[in-house]
């Protein structure tokens, strides 16, 4: 059974499974992985999740205000050997209610187009392709990403 914790950037579990993420994104970001990495920092997160099969933690994600109307996801991954069993929906989800819980009408968020299994699962979840923004824009490797959650 699959269970979800809400927690902060210093959750050791949650530090660990960003570890992993970070080794996968720099091994498909290549030399682009370095201006990627200085937008991923965790010391300023307060809102993380950890998600658990049993006792193990399996995938992982967070959120952060990007300005006065979104939350940006970020930091989502799943550990290969989980994948496919809808954890990272699950997750989505669970951050898009904690998004609402604090008044922000809508989630945005920046992926990498060698990203294919994160492109699918946002537009499996009804995000929609926008302008790349902020330190995004210009980048041709980024796609980005929004969901209004408040109607």
């Known amino acids: 059974m699959i269970t979800?914790?809400?927690?902060?950037?210093?959750?050791?579990h949650f530090q660990n499974l960003v570890k992993?993420?970070?080794?996968?994104?720099?091994?498909?970001?290549?030399?682009?992985?370095?201006?990627?990495?200085q937008f991923n920092k965790t010391d300023k997160?307060?809102?993380?999740?950890?998600?658990y099969d049993g006792d193990l933690a399996v995938g992982c994600g967070a959120i952060r205000a990007y300005d006065?109307?979104?939350?940006?996801?970020?930091?989502?991954?799943v550990e290969p050997s989980?994948?496919?069993k809808g954890i990272a929906s699950l997750m989505l989800r669970e951050l898009e209610a904690w998004t609402k819980e604090l008044g922000f009408p809508k989630c945005i968020l920046e992926t990498g187009?060698?990203?294919?299994?994160?492109?699918?699962?946002?537009k499996k979840n009804k995000y929609t392709i926008i302008e790349n923004y902020g330190p995004?824009?210009?980048?041709?490797?980024?796609?980005?990403?929004?969901?209004?959650?408040i109607n």
Do not use: P
Request: glycine share 4%.
């Open 4 to 12: 979800i914790i809400r927690t902060n950037s210093n959750n050791t």
């Open 20 to 37: 992993e993420l970070d080794k996968d994104l720099a091994i498909r970001d290549g030399d682009e992985h370095a201006f990627y990495s």
């Open 45 to 51: 997160i307060k809102e993380a999740i950890v998600a």
């Open 68 to 77: 006065e109307n979104s939350m940006e996801v970020k930091r989502m991954w």
């Open 82 to 84: 989980h994948r496919g």
């Open 113 to 122: 187009n060698k990203q294919l299994e994160a492109i699918e699962l946002y």
């Open 136 to 149: 995004y824009q210009g980048v041709a490797n980024s796609v980005c990403f929004e969901k209004a959650l």
